[in-house]
DNA sequence: GATGAATGAGGGTTCATTCAT
DNA sequence: GATGAATGAACCCTCATTCAT
């Protein structure tokens, strides 16, 4: 939003231009499709959200697909450029291991557009993240990192050995996606209300502990 | 299906009946539903898989949503009566968990509509659920069993105390329920298909040993 | 209802039997018809105001617009037998006549579904009137005595000559008919609810004086 | 429809334009509404007669109910104006009356629409006209000018006095009204064409003199 | 006579998409 | 680039009517 104040300088109110519609449809198809899902969200209600004019997702995305991978190919490029800025090298194997436990946690919490976009994709078989080059060359280190932390936490006696990274990285992703995913049933279920933040802090110290101390050694 | 054979022995054949009918038609709409969600379902779909008349529905049911809640609650009936089922009290603390941690894995893998359903009703913000007084009496048997199961573990020195049975529920059924209802994007990101009987067994191996290891004493 | 019970006297509480079916469906539909108009009318809801099968009406009438025509017949049926039981004969002239407007106007006030029974035959081109030869062969003696009042007033001296009953007779209808057809739309227009007994009441003396002023000798 | 033509002077053949789409679903609604009544019509049908695309009803109106509002509005405001251009006050009481009457029987006469879309908004109780303000701040000048016109003709001793002016509104409205509304059934009871133009005038005749006649003094 | 079950033909409405400036 | 107008394909649901005891 102030990227595009600086660029289009020509009408500073009455905020138009290509970038900005482009960016106001993203940000409204964001938002709609993760509460709705691709088959739920109306193209009107993206367009009256975003305060553009609906023929405009056509000519900028072709069609409600197109802008839903466009979307969910900004959700991956996100979240991968945020778990490249983790740095663990620095620190002792549990210490990163906790921040990486942290880091897998918070981003649910922080970005709640992420949980029901990757859930409503699931429904969809995936279909659209097979078709996005752009996606499936997106590598998350998250993996490597965790069998880097991993390694060292066996080679200074502190985790124990014979963990798959990638199952640990599904765990890790489990023990927190699943509470946002099914926040509503749960809290339902169990009649408290789990979005409240004295309820997330609780689910958060919890995993932290569970999966750490999962890695202990024998 | 089997069973509506033995019971209505008058018209062996030609399967008609108001049972027969209401049976089919939620059968169909739980598969259906399980793979398109409420959205994305069609009545016709429904119908035309079922095999009844497409207005029955409304005879029966009334309308699609209430199609839809009676399958979430009978979904509900079926795993609340499979919990019951489980017989924990003559095992030992550590094999009374490890029972435990595999019936929810495999009622997962044995019950392939449930999480989607789950999934998409949480898409919902589980508005159904709450609506049903049938699914919110139903309490499900797992937080107690679990609570049970742990303290005799504490007790006798197997398991370590401090740990909230509601947290640790929430965090055996989403080391399963991730794996499912993330299958296909994670499939995708790392290349290998999940739903191969191996992939499974290699997820519920590592489970159990990290849900296990993780309720080790300090 | 009554006369039923003398009918059917096996089943004294539980009232059943073919002539009280019928009967029953028949009040049920003359009063769904005359609120809601023939296509507006749903089998259903006469079937569960009737209190009896909806597979009855097709058992007894044939179809809905057959049922809607045998009420309109009995509608028809009533309205002539009480015009017949007007004695008009012993009256001088002016107390003849108003006698007649007071009938005409009373009678719309009396039976409420004739109003609208009427309204709807009308909107639909009084088809059914036409095919019912019962109807058309029930010819109303109203305008006969209406002749016959004229002219022994215009002997009298009382009544101006050269009025033709007929339209005599649609001008009394009319004067009260419309009061009544049209009451909810003047009761919006006029800011009065006009169903009102004062109204009412204030309206039947308005069109016995209107009338019977119409009618003076020059 | 001649005004677009001299204003839309691009397409003269091809009449397209959001006016001209509005344009001809009021009148075809007004039309197929006045004869089959708002649950007799079907939107196909007004699609159908207007030329238009049957979606643009929803576009323009929002649903089939707001069509017949806007068509009861319109007409409301039709006959409002018409009878706003009465010029009464010149006119002596006796022809002033005169004029008021014939104008209301020949409104009817020459707005067939009228009469039935009244009459079916009275068999949903005016609902429409309860819920539009539009209609219920259109006050109907005439009782105003029946008002004074009575007055001018009881001080001028041609009118008798004591006649409420709302009632001698719906009793002029009555008289033409019923003929129009009951005309079929009418035509079948007393087995004349009653929308012939002799039989027409006969009426048209007979209301002017009954009404005139009725307000002579005692 | 009476009843529940079943069916076919629409009917109103939604919605993604395209047309035409 | 941007906008309002227009369109066709479905979709959910209603309802009169018939079937089958």
Aim: charged share 25%; proline share 4%.
């Amino acid at each position: 939003m102030t990227i595009e104040d600086q660029v289009v300088k020509k009408r500073p109110t009455v905020k138009r231009g290509p970038e900005h519609s482009r960016r106001r449809l993203l940000d409204a198809a964001r938002d709609v499709f993760s509460k709705k899902g691709l088959g739920g969200a109306r193209v009107d209600e993206i367009a009256a959200l975003s305060g553009v004019n609906k023929q405009l997702v056509y000519y900028y995305f072709g069609n409600k697909k197109d802008l839903y991978l466009a979307v969910l190919e900004e959700v991956y490029e996100e979240i991968r450029e945020q778990e490249r800025q983790l740095d663990l090298a620095h620190l002792a194997p549990i210490e990163a291991m906790e921040k990486l436990i942290e880091f897998t946690f918070d981003y649910f919490t922080d970005n709640p557009h992420f949980v029901p976009l990757l859930g409503d994709e699931n429904l969809h078989k995936a279909q659209h993240l097979k078709d996005s080059t752009v996606i499936r060359e997106l590598h998350s280190p998250l993996v490597e990192m965790i069998g880097t932390t991993l390694e060292r936490g066996v080679a200074a006696g502190v985790f124990r050995s014979g963990l798959d990274p990638i199952q640990l990285y599904i765990s890790l992703a489990g023990l927190g996606f699943f509470y946002y995913s099914n926040i509503h049933t749960l809290s339902v279920i169990f009649g408290r209300d789990l979005k409240a933040k004295p309820a997330v802090a609780e689910r958060r110290a919890h995993v932290i502990k569970f999966a750490l101390s999962a890695l202990r050694p024998a």
